[in-house]
């Protein structure tokens, strides 16, 4: 346990109460919060058009779909 509290870079930090079943041990990553970006070109967005309100649409998501349909008007 000493060794990779301070040496090797393993974790001591583990799971319990059957978690480990599902998650690892603690990690930077595990106090850090991430955000993703996404950016299409007018393009791409065309491209994906039909695909895009075809599923809001079977998912109830009108307005989703009616955002995508007033960017091209």
Known sequence: VAAGDYA????????????????GGLSVDTFV????????SEESLGDLRETVTTLA?????DAHAESIRKRFE
Not at 57 to 61: R, S, V, Y
Request: glycine fraction near 14%; charge should be positive.
């Open 33 to 40: 919060r991430s955000t993703t970006v996404q950016r299409l």
């Open 8 to 23: 090797t870079g393993t974790n001591h930090v583990l799971p319990t109460g059957g978690a480990a079943r599902v998650t």
């Open 57 to 61: 649409e079977a998912e109830g998501l």
